[in-house]
C-alpha cells in the first residue's frame, strides 16, 4: 500500500516492548526500585512510560482500529503490551475509564464530551483521535416496515433513498389512536445514535421528545419514545416486541435482516454524509502523565485505520475474519462483511453498494474536528440536555478542552516523519471544517456559528427557552 514498514522496524519494536515489560516487571523486587537502562529508557522524554495497558470496547464493527492495532502488531511495534476487553455496556466503559480499571476505550463521541460538561457523571475525559466515519443505521421491524413501505417513492422498482421519517407518521399516528407508545431503542443518551435517530425523526416532523434537568429519559413532548438499549441486544429487543425500531452500529442491523425479523430504512451517512462516529478517549490526567505511552497508542491506531483503508478495501476481508472472533465482535462473518466490504442490505433483494460506510483513515477520519465536537453540543441543547443557552465562545471553548488533534498531529507527523503514511494524510485545517451541507434536510452548519445553527433547525429548543416536566417554556 506504499509507505510499509520494514521487517526490521517491525522486530526492533517487538523486542523493545518485551524489554520495558520485562524491566517494569523487575519493580517488583526487594527494594521496590527500577533499575536497568531500559527503564532509565522508558521514563525518558518521548519514551512508553506505562507499556501494559488495558483497553476497552463495545462489541461493534467500528472497534476495528483496535482489534487491527493489536492483531496485526501496531502495539507492539509501538512499545505496547495491550489487552482489549469488551463491556456490557456503554454505561461500565464509561465507568472503567474514569476510574482507571481501563487505560482507554472506544467510545462514544459524545461520552468525553458530556462527562466533561458534567452531563450524567463529572470527570475530564479526552479525544485526541477519531477512529471512524459513518456506520451506524436506523432498522424498523417487519411490521412497521410492512406499514410504510406502500407509502414510499420507489426508484428502480426499489424504494428510494433517503426514506424520511414522515413515513412513520402514520404509523405513530395509528398506535396513539389505540393508546400506545411508539417506542425506538438507541443505545445511550450522548451516543450518535441517539442524536441521528434524533435528527433523523425531527426532519421528518416528529417530535423525539426533551430532556429536563437530571432526566436521562428524554420524553418530555415526544411523539416517538426512546430508550436505551445495549448494541448487541437490538435485534432480540426488536423480534420481543419492547421496540418498534432502533439506531446501532453494525453488525446489529444486518443481523436483523439476517434473522428476518426487521429492516434497516437509512444509515447514518444518509442522515448527515461522512459523519464522525466513535472517538478513541482517555482521561486528560492519563495523558499528562503518560505522554509517551499517549503517542504511542495513538501511532499505533493510526497505522490501524490506515491498514483498514488500504487500496480500497484490500484489507478488509481479513479484518472480517479478525472481528467475527468471540473476543471482538463475534458476530458471524457474513453479518459483518454485509457492511464491512462495501456494500449494505435493507431488505433481501435489495444490497446496495455502499463504499463510504465504514471509513477510518480516509478523509481525515482520524483527526478530531472541534467543528464535529460542538456539533454533538448543539445536538445536546437542542434536546435540553445542555439546559441554558450559552454564546458561541462557550461551545469552542468546551470543544478545545475535550477534543485534541494537537496529540494526533504530533502523533501523525511522526508517522509522516518516519514514511509510514503519507503527508497528504494529514490535514490543514484550524481544527473547523467548512460549512456542512451534507445533511438528510439540506440545512448547512457552520462549527463556528453553533447558536444560529440551533436556531434554523424547526423542532428543538430555541434561545432562552427551558424545559420543565410539563413541556417547553420561555422563547
Not at 485505520?305 to 472472533?325: F, P, T
Not at 474536528?369 to 471553548?397: C, K, L, N
Request: include cysteine; aromatic fraction near 10%; charged fraction near 20%.
Amino acid at each position: 500500500m506504499g509507505f510499509e514498514r520494514g521487517i526490521g522496524f517491525k522486530r526492533r519494536g517487538v523486542i523493545a516492548a518485551l524489554f520495558v515489560s520485562v524491566a517494569l516487571a523487575g519493580c517488583g523486587s526487594k527494594g521496590g526500585a527500577p533499575e536497568g537502562d531500559a527503564v532509565k529508557a522508558a521514563a525518558a522524554p518521548g519514551a512508553v512510560e506505562k507499556p501494559v495497558l488495558k483497553l476497552g470496547f463495545i462489541k461493534l464493527t467500528d472497534m476495528a482500529p483496535l482489534a487491527i492495532a493489536k492483531e496485526k502488531g501496531f502495539f507492539q511495534e509501538e512499545g505496547l503490551n495491550v489487552t482489549l476487553e469488551p463491556q456490557a455496556n456503554w454505561k461500565v466503559l464509561l465507568d472503567g475509564v474514569i476510574g482507571g480499571q481501563l487505560d482507554g476505550a472506544h467510545m462514544l463521541a459524545g461520552q468525553p464530551i458530556a462527562a466533561t460538561l458534567g452531563y450524567g457523571t463529572k470527570a475530564d475525559l479526552i479525544a485526541p483521535l477519531s477512529l471512524d466515519l459513518n456506520g451506524n443505521a436506523i432498522t424498523v421491524s417487519n411490521k412497521v416496515w410492512e406499514q410504510i413501505k406502500p407509502s414510499l417513492p420507489v426508484d428502480g422498482g426499489k424504494p428510494a433513498h433517503p426514506i424520511s421519517a414522515s413515513a412513520l407518521k402514520p404509523v405513530v399516528a395509528s398506535f396513539k389512536q389505540q393508546g400506545k407508545t411508539f417506542k425506538m431503542g438507541m443505545v445511550f443518551p450522548v451516543s450518535t445514535h441517539n442524536y441521528e435517530l434524533r435528527y433523523w425523526l425531527a426532519a421528518g416532523g416528529l417530535n423525539p421528545g426533551y430532556y429536563t434537568p437530571g432526566d436521562v429519559g428524554g420524553t418530555v413532548d415526544a411523539d416517538v419514545q426512546l430508550s436505551v438499549t445495549p448494541p448487541p441486544q437490538m435485534p432480540a429487543t426488536l423480534e420481543a416486541g419492547t421496540i418498534e425500531g432502533y439506531c446501532v452500529g453494525e453488525p446489529w442491523n444486518q443481523a436483523a435482516v439476517q434473522k428476518k425479523i426487521g429492516v434497516p430504512v437509512i444509515t447514518d451517512d444518509e442522515i448527515w454524509h461522512d459523519n464522525p462516529e466513535k472517538v478513541f478517549s482517555i482521561r486528560k490526567d492519563f495523558a499528562e502523565k503518560y505522554p509517551g505511552t499517549t503517542a504511542a497508542m495513538l501511532r499505533a491506531i493510526i497505522k490501524a485505520q490506515q491498514w483498514l483503508d488500504a487500496d480500497g478495501g484490500k484489507n478488509r476481508a481479513e479484518a472480517v475474519k479478525i472481528l467475527s472472533q468471540p473476543n471482538y465482535v463475534g458476530a458471524d462473518p457474513q453479518v459483518i462483511a454485509a457492511s464491512m466490504t462495501g456494500k449494505f442490505t435493507f431488505e433481501p433483494g435489495d444490497t446496495r453498494p455502499a463504499p463510504g460506510f465504514n471509513i477510518f483513515f480516509d478523509k481525515n477520519a482520524g483527526y478530531p474536528f472541534y467543528s464535529d465536537a460542538i456539533w454533538y453540543m448543539t445536538q445536546m441543547r437542542r434536546w435540553g440536555q445542555i439546559p441554558e443557552d450559552h454564546d458561541d465562545a462557550w461551545y469552542v471553548a468546551q470543544a478545545k478542552a475535550v477534543y485534541r488533534p494537537d496529540l494526533y498531529l504530533a502523533a501523525a507527523k511522526k508517522l509522516v516523519d518516519d514514511k509510514v503514511i503519507p503527508a497528504g494524510a494529514i490535514p490543514e485545517t484550524d481544527g473547523f471544517k467548512p460549512v456542512d451541507n451534507g445533511f438528510m434536510d439540506k440545512i448547512p452548519y457552520d462549527g463556528r456559528k453553533p447558536n444560529a445553527y440551533i436556531q434554523s433547525l424547526k423542532i428543538g429548543l430555541k434561545q432562552g427557552q427551558k424545559v420543565t416536566a410539563s413541556g417547553v417554556t420561555g422563547g
